[in-house]
């Protein structure tokens, strides 16, 4: 095999992953950094200017709570949020990251981020938290200020296309982490005084709808591979909420988000026999009380009664582009020329949307005579996605700030600084964090500055390098190249290189993982149903692939990186699966259905689902973590109403 260096780092805060939380860690940290004399590290697997899941921009800023206009208050959001999850949220998070979201979305902003504008120079809304923007370059200007602000008197470096493996351990401390260039025979070991992993979600570890060439196509960016979640879970940190899995409902085949289709167009989603099952199924809500009568109903329900539809051979469903571009256009029918205007202005949003956060969309409706002013577009659940931003929750267990506090979640939800898993010095923000959904790109951002401030807080209380023997070095870096000496030693035990009995290939490999969590964890095939005996089954199935992963074979860095995205994505699969398993009890329909257990159980299952993988005895453990209200003087009444 080629000879590979190994480089050493010695930093203070090691910051993994280059997107919106990471982002908005390096701003900050910068700041706090720079007063405190200290160094930090920002490492990505790409290049920031378009890493992560804003890499093609966005057309909204799905969270801006709007404090200042003093309409919508830090307890909105959190109701908000807590009836869009059925219950399920760290209310204390949620609270932390609204009360700081609206200054990094004026942050934006002042950077460069065009964000729409009324006559009246207010911000248009998409929905009551939802800010429409023409955001091609959203991910290139939220880049650019985070790395100013690292190149700024030298209190900061960045790494770019370095591949993250691992954690690197002192004890009960993480230590910092392990990756490998992606491009030259390098391997990295960071070691670091704190570290904040903010490398994304996962996609990819459900069997995907897109086929052949259109394998890559996914919502989520199909480069978040579980990263963030292998991460944590490697160091011993406890998870939450790894059931909590995201189907979002998309434009069909080329995955186009839909959120200003119903929000800003006010657009009807129809079946194939022109019901509109928002209004036909509003009485399965009543099944899920007392969140089927939340405002806006939570989008797993959304999802539910639509799939319902297609269940019983309804479908295809239809996003009625042509009717509601219709019905906005009416308004100005009396006067021609107004009604052009308008005409040509709906037009130009509605392709505008997609042009910049979704191209793939713009592209198919181009590529198969789409004019959303004349014809409808099908509308479809994709598959599963692992994001703790959006409207899924899992990630890891994370210490709330402390004065949000109260007398009873004071020793549950904190233990001395925010963002910080149960893992000393290894702090968590954007999907790598739990239980705290409805960040978006904005709140990630907020979330990444939270974390970064906590960290180097962290630092000068916790002043000393964590220490690692070289022999734990030594071994990391053999275990992170064994796929490319695994291929070198076999690879001419056959003439066709992607087949041989001594090692399996990272495609192969995602292939029988995805097949797995499709047909047993309740993918696209199973209709996103399972039961205890499929889930084991799961179970079973991931301990050979377990076993089989040893063998993994990479003939270049390429390969490599995939081999090691895969092995984060079983792991992911693995948390998920366990957990679905533990929650006897069906909470979030049109997420999954466990058909053994149909309803939801407020009294036994009103809980966060927590688990964690203990390094040393290799054993998975599950538990209960109650859910309390930050905010007691709100009835339960009052909590649900949106
Ligand atoms: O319409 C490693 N999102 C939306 N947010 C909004 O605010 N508005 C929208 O309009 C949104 N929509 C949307 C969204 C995403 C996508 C893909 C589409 C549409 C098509 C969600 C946000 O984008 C999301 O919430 C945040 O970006 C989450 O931030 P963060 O920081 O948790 O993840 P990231 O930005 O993807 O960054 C991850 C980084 O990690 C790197 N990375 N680096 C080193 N080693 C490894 N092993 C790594 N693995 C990953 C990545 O390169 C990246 O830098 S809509 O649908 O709702
Ligand atoms: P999406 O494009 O589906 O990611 O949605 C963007 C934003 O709009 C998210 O905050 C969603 O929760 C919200 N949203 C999308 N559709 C609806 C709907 N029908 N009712 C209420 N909120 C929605």
Redesign the pocket.
């Known amino acids: 095999m080629e000879k590979f260096d190994v480089q050493i780092i010695e930093t203070d805060l090691l910051i993994?992953?280059?997107?919106?939380?990471?982002c908005g860690a390096a701003v900050e940290a910068a700041h706090w950094a720079r007063k405190k004399g200290l160094k930090v590290t920002l490492?990505?697997?790409?290049a920031?200017d378009r890493?992560?899941?804003?890499a093609?921009g966005?057309?909204?800023?799905?969270?801006y709570v709007g404090l200042k206009d003093g309409k919508n208050t830090i307890k909105d959001y959190v109701d908000y949020v807590r009836n869009d999850l059925m219950g399920v949220t760290r209310e204390d998070l949620v609270a932390n990251i609204a009360r700081h979201v609206d200054s990094s979305v004026h942050l934006f902003e002042k950077w460069g981020l065009p964000i729409w504008k009324d006559e009246k120079g207010n911000y248009v809304h998409e929905g009551r938290w939802q800010l429409m923007l023409n955001g091609e370059s959203y991910k290139v200007i939220v880049a650019e200020a985070a790395k100013n602000a690292l190149s700024q008197d030298g209190v900061g470096q960045i790494f770019e296309r370095?591949?993250?493996v691992g954690p690197l351990m002192d004890g009960d401390r993480c230590a910092g982490a392990v990756?490998f260039s992606v491009r030259e025979n390098k391997v990295f070991v960071f070691k670091a005084k704190a570290t904040l992993d903010?490398?994304?979600?996962a996609v990819h570890v459900f069997k995907p709808r897109s086929s052949g060439e259109g394998f890559g196509r996914a919502?989520?960016?199909p480069?978040?591979?579980g990263?963030s979640a292998y991460f944590t879970l490697k160091a011993g940190a406890e998870m939450t909420c790894q059931e909590v899995r995201f189907i979002?409902i998309r434009f069909k085949d080329a995955?186009g988000?839909v959120?200003a289709w119903f929000l800003l167009f006010k657009s009807r989603a129809t079946n194939a026999m022109n019901e509109e099952y928002m209004v036909t199924r509003r009485p399965e809500l009543e099944n899920w009380l007392p969140y089927g009568r939340v405002k806006p109903i939570p989008a797993n329900l959304r999802n539910y009664l639509g799939m319902l539809d297609v269940a019983d051979g309804k479908g295809p469903i239809f996003m009625r582009t042509d009717e509601a571009i219709g019905k906005i256009a009416d308004t100005f029918k009396d006067d021609p020329k107004a009604y052009k205007k308008k005409m040509k202005d709906l037009e130009n949003e509605a392709w505008e949307d997609f042009l910049d956060?979704?191209i793939s969309q713009a592209i198919l409706w181009a590529g198969s005579n789409v004019q959303p002013e004349e014809k409808s577009s099908e509308i479809a659940a994709a598959e599963p996605y692992f994001?703790g931003?959006?409207s899924g929750a899992s990630g890891a267990w994370v210490s709330g700030p402390s004065d949000l506090q109260t007398d009873e979640t004071r020793s549950k939800y904190f233990w001395g600084y925010a963002n910080m898993s149960t893992v000393k010095g290894l702090f968590c923000?954007?999907?790598?964090s739990g239980a705290s959904s409805h960040?978006?790109?904005?709140g990630?951002h907020a979330e990444?500055r939270i974390a970064a401030k906590a960290a180097v807080k962290f630092i000068v209380d916790n002043n000393t390098m964590p220490a690692v023997e070289q022999s734990v070095i030594d071994a990391t870096v053999a275990e992170i190249l064994k796929p490319m000496e695994t291929f070198e030693q076999h690879k001419n035990a056959t003439t066709d290189e992607e087949v041989n009995p001594h090692y399996i290939k990272p495609r192969m490999f995602m292939f029988r993982l995805q097949k797995i969590m499709d047909e047993y964890a309740g993918g696209v095939s199973s209709q996103f149903k399972t039961n205890k005996a499929q889930l084991e089954q799961a179970l079973n199935l991931l301990a050979f692939l377990r076993e089989d992963s040893e063998n993994l074979g990479a003939s270049n860095l390429h390969e490599l990186m995939r081999a090691w995205e895969n092995i984060?994505r079983m792991w992911q699969a693995e948390a998920h699966v366990r957990t679905v398993l533990f929650r006897e009890e069906t909470r979030w329909p049109g997420y999954y259905f466990r058909a053994d257990t149909p309803k939801m159980d407020e009294e036994k299952w009103h809980v966060f689902a927590n688990c964690r993988f203990d390094p040393a005895t290799k054993d998975w453990q599950m538990m209960a973590r109650p859910i309390y209200h930050v905010f007691p003087q709100a009835k339960e009444h009052e909590l649900l109403g949106g």
């Open positions: 993994l992953g280059g997107g919106m939380a990471a490492v990505d697997k790409a920031i890493s992560g899941a804003v093609m966005l057309s909204a800023i799905n969270q370095i591949f993250i990756g903010a490398m994304g979600g919502w989520y960016p480069w978040n591979a990263s979002p995955y988000p959120g956060m979704t994001i931003s959006h923000a954007g999907d790598a960040k978006f790109s904005s990630s990444g984060h």
